[in-house]
């Protein structure tokens, strides 16, 4: 018995036909992707489901997304490069973790610590005093 030769026709896709996109269609969306615009943003623009943007031009938005990054820092860079205070502050705080200083100043009393540390140490039972002269938190 011979066997019969397998069919290579392609099975029918059930579902609507893909969508076509023109290539200015495709450069608007570029162009609010460089423009920051997320993918919801731009599929309400375009009048078009955010799945289908997104399964079929992800990539791309993202590839633009990352060129606006890039265009971004190219221009801090040059301010920073050009003596702007604010930008550099700005960049040293947001790539050199570097941070304003910040210093704080405790005052409490003698009578207050004495019994704070002697609640931690548990040679002291009870609680803090209700007030302490030198104590700045009680003062209103």
Same mark, same amino acid.
């Given at each position: 018995?011979?066997?019969?030769?397998?069919?290579?026709?392609?099975?029918?896709?059930?579902?609507?036909?893909?969508?076509?996109?023109?290539?200015?269609? %495709?450069?608007?969306?570029?162009?609010?992707?460089?423009?920051?615009?997320?993918?919801?943003? %731009?599929?309400?623009?375009?009048?078009?489901?955010?799945?289908?943007?997104?399964?079929?031009?992800?990539?791309?938005?993202?590839?633009?997304?990352?060129?606006?990054?890039?265009?971004?820092?190219?221009?801090?860079?040059?301010?920073?490069? +050009?003596?702007?205070?604010?930008?550099?502050?700005?960049?040293?705080?947001?790539?050199?973790?570097?941070? +304003?200083?910040?210093?704080?100043?405790?005052?409490?009393?003698?009578?207050?610590?004495?019994?704070?540390?002697? %609640?931690? +140490?548990?040679?002291?039972?009870?609680?803090?005093?209700?007030?302490?002269?030198? +104590?700045?938190?009680?003062?209103?």
């Amino acid at each position: 018995m011979a066997k019969k030769p397998k069919s290579k026709a392609k099975p029918k896709k059930n579902g609507r036909p893909e969508r076509k996109f023109t290539k200015e269609q %495709i450069a608007e969306m570029e162009k609010y992707a460089l423009a920051g615009c997320q993918n919801t943003t %731009i599929a309400n623009l375009m009048d078009i489901p955010k799945e289908t943007l997104s399964r079929r031009f992800g990539t791309l938005l993202t590839k633009r997304r990352c060129e606006r990054k890039y265009i971004l820092r190219v221009a801090q860079n040059k301010l920073a490069g +050009d003596g702007n205070p604010a930008m550099l502050i700005f960049l040293g705080k947001n790539e050199l973790e570097q941070a +304003d200083k910040q210093e704080h100043e405790h005052n409490i009393g003698e009578k207050t610590l004495r019994t704070v540390l002697g %609640i931690i +140490d548990g040679s002291t039972k009870g609680t803090l005093p209700a007030s302490d002269p030198k +104590d700045s938190s009680s003062s209103s």
